[in-house]
């Protein structure tokens, strides 16, 4: 899914005229089927099949893929900065996709708040994934710091919750150790 209000941030520099070439593409990529819109609101899309979005995304060089990323990150940052709370897991992803690159901290930052929306959220699975995903940045650098300790204690948490008993008490243990 994507939104036309994101699209146009992703601009370096948005300008009143962007919406004579991107609603254009917008309308011929309709035309084509690759995308459709959602039935909820106008400026909502979404791609037709994963099949499709996969791709088209293979196709971008990665250069193109991370600084993508990056743009996406900081459009959501920019315009939901009031309340991020419901776009943790989009920042998270998006910020992480956007390395390497020089938005490490960005994306330990967001991956471990969307670990921690996600318990709140009951869904301990998705959960896991982004406390991983936090993990493995944070250990090179920040090893032994009370960041390391903050997320190994929330994955511990959600790797219970799923009922991983054994990798929960694992975790449990490092943390203790830490």
């Known amino acids: 899914d994507f939104r036309l209000e994101i699209l146009r941030q992703v601009e370096s520099e948005p300008d009143v005229n962007q919406d004579k070439e991107l609603l254009p593409l917008l309308d011929e990529a309709l035309g084509a089927q690759l995308i459709d819109q959602k039935s909820e609101t106008i400026s909502h899309y979404r791609f037709i099949h994963a099949l499709v979005r996969e791709t088209l995304y293979e196709d971008l060089p990665l250069p ?3 600084a993508l990323h ?5 459009a959501i ?12 897991a989009e920042l998270a992803d998006h910020f992480f996709k956007a390395l390497p690159g020089d938005k490490k901290d960005k994306s330990i930052h967001y991956a471990k708040r969307a670990g921690e929306r996600a318990i709140t959220l ?3 699975e998705e959960a896991v994934v982004h406390l991983i ?10 090893a032994n710091s009370l960041v390391h300790a903050e997320v190994l204690l929330a994955l511990a948490d959600a790797r ?19």
């Open 64 to 66: 193109v893929r991370v």
């Open 70 to 74: 990056e743009r996406v990150g900081t």
């Open 77 to 88: 940052e920019r315009l939901y900065e009031a309340n991020l709370e419901p776009h943790l």
């Open 122 to 124: 009951f869904a301990c």
């Open 133 to 142: 995903r936090a993990l493995q940045l944070v250990e090179p650098e920040f």
């Open 160 to 178: 219970h919750r799923v009922g991983d008993a054994q990798e929960a008490t694992n975790t449990y243990l490092q943390t203790v150790e830490l």
